[in-house]
Each structure stands twice: as structure tokens, then as C-alpha cells.
């Protein structure tokens, strides 16, 4: 799921915003800011958009803001089913349905005579496909399982929060993000296989090992959204898009950031502009997210208190 939105009472708009800006200075308010053509409106815009956007990377200096901090849950998707495999061809035929598979982000869990680790490259048909390695044996209607092993990352994602990886489902920590060399060890040597599910991101994608051979499993992972801003309607936006959107932080650091921005484009001093700004920016940073906790997972920084080291995979309390 996305980062939760903001409330939005007691808060401004962008053009409320800008217009509040304005004043300060002594300039006459905007009567709308998205769409106007007014010279000092659109220099307004870019500012606005220029500082939503720096003051959201400032977070970075506290491991991230808290109206930032998403969950992403997804469950696995599986497919126990059929085919015919011919020894040297990459095509599976006789497929009683192809409806559920999809090219790039499905690959085998099991099956006589499919390679190993083999991915779909293409779904021909509702009842052939074709994958990126050639059977190694011929058989007709073999048992197989396919499993999804890759998934989207959230529309507003921007970083992982590390360490967060988790397979709900058996309660265990996922291992990665894999390097390239520890994912083709996986994929391509002769390394054993267990039950404990591994990752790694590529073409903005997740993708774990080794494919699920069951739906419904339920993976977590928490990152940090690009969302600054907000519609509206609350739906999370990296840019302002109308007069009515919402600032997902602090509207007096917004309009503090406006004002000497402002004054900094027109060539006039902003010392003093800049040195409020940057006050009320580091009063945020150490009031964001509350006071820091005793933390028991050992995978996380500072105290190690627990960690998968220490404790077995199954066995607990024997």
C-alpha cells in the first residue's frame, strides 16, 4: 500500500500557499497558480516545485520522513498445471490455460523435463508458451508448477527501508537485495535449495527466489515514498498538478522555503529569509517520527538484542 495520506484539515492548499508567500513579501497574491501565465506566477510554480522536491531529499539526513514511511504487502501467485515438453525445444505445449501467466515475471517451480530456474519469454497462446531454456526431456501432460517471481514496486516508491524484508507467511526474514554474483549463484550454479526466500531488484522490479509454488503467501517490505504532495482527493503525487493539492509536510516550512527562494531568484538579500527557513527545517527534522526506540532486531543499526543467528529456523522453545 502507498505511504498514508495527510490530514488535510487546518491546511493549505498551493495556492494558499503561494498566495500566503505573496503576502509576506508584499506582492500581490495569485488568483490561480497552476495554469497561469503570469510571469511572477509561474517563476511561483517552479519555486513551489523546486522546494517540495528538496525538502523532501532533506529526510535523508534523519533515515527519512515519517508522512513518507510506506508498507507494501503482496501475496504470491502460483500455477499448478500441465504441458507437453519436447527434448531441445524451449515451447510447452498443451497447456490447459495460459490466462494467469505472463511473460518477464513468471518462471518454473517444478516440472520433469523444464529447466531449471526457466522463465517465460513469451505466452504464444491460451494453451503454449514459450521459455529462455530448452527441455531437457520429452513428455506429454507433465506435472509442472509455475510461480510469479517478480512483482511491481509501488507507484510512489523511492528507497527501500533496509532490513524490513520479510516472508509473513513463514515468519522469516528475507535475504538480499542479492548482488549480481550472489543472484546468478542462484540461479545458475549448483546450489542447493531451501525453504528461505531470497531477492533482488531488477528493471524496478522485485524479484524473488526461489519462484512460490503456492498463492497466497504473503510478502512485506517498507520504503519511503516520493509523495510530497497530495491531490484533493489524497492520491499521492512527487509534483504539484492543481491549486487544490495538499503539502504532506510542515505548510510554514513551505512557505518559509518560498520566501527566500523568492528573493534569491530576484538577485535581493535573503540572509535572513534563508536563516528562518533553516531553523524551522532543522526544528522538523528533530521532532519527525518521535524519540528513537531500543531496538530488538539485530538486523537493524545500534543494539543487537535478536537476530536470525541466534535463533533456528524451526524449533522454537524445544
Avoid at 513428455?139 to 523511492?158: H, I, K, R, W
Avoid at 531451501?194 to 533482488?200: A, E, I, K, T, V
Wanted: aromatic share 12%; net charge neutral; with cysteine.
Amino acid at each position: 500500500m502507498a505511504a498514508p495520506a495527510i490530514v488535510t484539515a487546518n491546511k493549505l492548499t498551493l495556492l494558499g500557499l503561494v498566495g500566503q508567500a505573496a503576502a509576506e513579501l508584499g506582492l500581490k497574491s495569485p488568483t490561480a497558480v497552476i495554469g497561469n501565465t503570469d510571469p511572477q506566477a509561474v517563476q511561483f510554480l517552479a519555486l513551489a516545485q523546486r522546494e517540495g522536491k528538496d525538502f523532501y531529499k532533506k529526510g535523508g539526513r534523519k533515515e527519512g520522513w515519517q508522512a513518507l514511511r510506506g508498507e507494501n504487502i503482496f501475496t504470491t501467485n502460483s500455477l499448478t498445471t500441465t504441458g507437453n515438453t519436447t527434448l531441445g525445444s524451449a515451447v510447452i505445449t498443451n497447456i490447459p490455460s495460459t490466462a494467469t501467466l505472463a511473460a518477464g515475471t513468471w518462471s518454473f517451480a517444478s516440472g520433469t523435463g523444464v529447466a531449471t530456474n526457466a522463465r517465460i519469454v513469451s505466452v504464444d497462446s491460451a494453451t503454449q508458451i514459450t521459455v529462455d531454456q530448452a527441455s531437457t526431456a520429452t513428455g506429454t501432460a507433465v506435472a509442472m508448477v509455475l510461480g510469479q517471481d517478480t512483482y511491481s514496486l509501488p507507484n510512489d516508491f523511492s528507497y527501500f527501508q533496509q532490513l524490513t524484508y520479510w516472508d509473513r507467511t513463514y515468519r522469516w526474514q528475507m535475504f538480499g537485495p542479492l548482488t549480481a554474483q550472489e543472484w546468478q549463484v542462484l540461479k545458475s550454479g549448483l546450489s542447493p535449495v531451501g525453504p528461505r526466500r531470497f531477492f533482488r531488484i531488477m528493471g524496478n522490479k522485485f524479484t524473488i527466489h526461489p519462484a512460490p509454488s503456492v498463492t497466497g503467501q504473503t510478502m512485506v517490505f517498507e520504503y519511503f515514498s516520493n509523495a510530497w504532495c497530495q491531490s484533493n482527493a489524497a492520491a499521492s503525487q512527487n509534483k504539484w498538478t492543481a491549486d487544490g493539492d495538499y503539502y504532506n509536510f510542515d505548510d510554514d516550512c513551505f512557505i518559509l522555503g518560498l520566501k527566500w527562494r523568492f528573493k534569491a531568484a530576484k538577485g535581493l538579500d535573503y540572509a535572513q529569509e534563508l536563516k528562518d527557513y533553516t531553523i524551522a527545517v532543522d526544528r522538523e527534522i528533530a521532532r519527525d517520527g518521535g524519540n528513537k526506540d531500543l531496538r530488538t532486531n539485530a538486523q537493524a543499526k545500534d543494539v543487537y538484542l535478536l537476530n536470525y543467528n541466534s535463533i533456528p529456523d524451526t524449533g522454537y522453545g524445544s
